[in-house]
């Protein structure tokens, strides 16, 4: 599949920017999968006014591929025909993201099976390649771009990725249906590495930017980069976000990335959007529990969810990945301090709905 086989209404809605949820994991207190309870996520996501889903990915939790688990395909097939379903119901198309991983062989069977239930880009994973040659990722990547459009993925080496060099992403731009690039490195030199490879690639009007950067999302969306290529001087911009962050107070992400792109558009950036970054940044330590080295990342946002209602609690599927010591608290305290940025009024007023059969 490529790229230009996409409805050109979603294809408009990833180039312009759009909020995409990095979707959680239902699990009951056995640890068993909920299908309900991940349909009924779905459908928070788009009455919230999400432009997609990105699902099997870092916050689905890596280990629904592991054999004795087998939860790849149970929850990839409920995910989309729930976003199916629910997206037909408001008259609403939505992108639909699969995570895929893994050596070569396993990559594509993942996308095998993501395009045969209907997913329209798979975000690409190369953790399985952390002591590669730069030269063997890339060819990985070919080979994959070759079966579904990609999303590249810079993961941050605290959960699993590794420094990518700057060579490494000027020839990643350079391969044909290569559609966006989610950038969280956390770390602003990696994350301009990436934005200077697309400028310079020429790629700038066919790959499009989003965030992963939970650290500097306000900043990220705000910030006009100019870059010197041998063309000339290009202008570029971060469009939207994929985010773990955002599959929490979705609603309230939602409104954010309207403000931001109208402030972007106006060209007028007020010193209170600042202020906002700040205290989105804030939040997302308490989630992401960036004191521990994000240990409790995963239940970090599942817990916030487990407080909505939405999930029933905030289990993973590794028994030992639990909230760090204090975590609860400082997600008590951030809920306290930034009652704006919560979507809890809205949740509660659809929660019963998203959760019938």
């Not at 870059?227 to 992400?253: S, Y």
């Not at 330590?285 to 487990?306: S, T």
């Not at 999930?311 to 930034?338: F, T």
Request: aromatic share 8%.
């Amino acid at each position: 599949m490529h790229y230009t086989d996409l409805a050109p209404a979603l294809l408009q809605t990833l180039r312009q920017g759009t909020v995409i949820p990095a979707m959680p994991l239902a699990l009951n207190a056995k640890r068993e999968f909920l299908p309900a309870r991940q349909a009924a996520l779905a459908r928070y996501y788009i009455d919230a006014g999400a432009g997609g889903i990105a699902v099997g990915v870092h916050s689905t939790q890596f280990e629904i591929r592991d054999p004795k688990i087998g939860l790849f395909e149970p929850v990839l097939s409920t995910v989309s025909a729930a976003i199916d379903d629910w997206s037909a119901r408001v008259r609403r198309p939505l992108l639909k993201i699969a995570g895929l991983c893994g050596r070569t062989d396993q990559a594509l069977r993942e996308a095998d099976f993501a395009l045969r239930h209907g997913y329209h880009a798979g975000l690409l994973s190369l953790s399985a390649f952390r002591n590669d040659p730069v030269e063997a990722m890339l060819a990985h990547c070919e080979q994959v771009a070759k079966a579904i459009p990609v999303i590249g993925f810079y993961l941050q080496p605290a959960v699993g990725g590794r420094v990518l060099p700057y060579a490494f992403w000027r020839q990643f731009a350079a391969i044909d249906n290569v559609i966006a690039i989610k950038m969280a490195p956390f770390n602003r030199y990696q994350t301009f590495d990436v934005i200077r490879a697309v400028a310079e690639a020429g790629r700038e009007q066919d790959i499009t930017l989003y965030t992963g950067n939970d650290d500097n999302i306000v900043v990220d969306l705000l910030t006009e980069f100019r870059v010197q290529t041998a063309a000339g001087e290009k202008a570029l911009r971060i469009k939207g976000g994929l985010l773990g962050h955002w599959c929490v107070w979705t609603q309230a992400a939602v409104h954010l990335l309207e403000n931001l792109h109208q402030a972007a558009t106006a060209d007028r950036i007020s010193t209170s959007l600042l202020t906002l970054a700040a205290q989105v940044t804030d939040c997302n330590a308490a989630f992401f529990d960036a004191a521990n080295q994000f240990r409790g990342c995963i239940p970090g946002i599942h817990e916030v969810l487990r407080r909505q209602g939405l999930l029933e609690g905030a289990w993973c599927l590794n028994p030992a990945e639990v909230l760090s010591p204090g975590q609860s608290a400082e997600i008590d305290r951030v809920y306290r301090s930034y009652p704006h940025l919560s979507d809890d009024n809205f949740v509660n007023a659809n929660r019963s709905r998203w959760l019938q059969p």
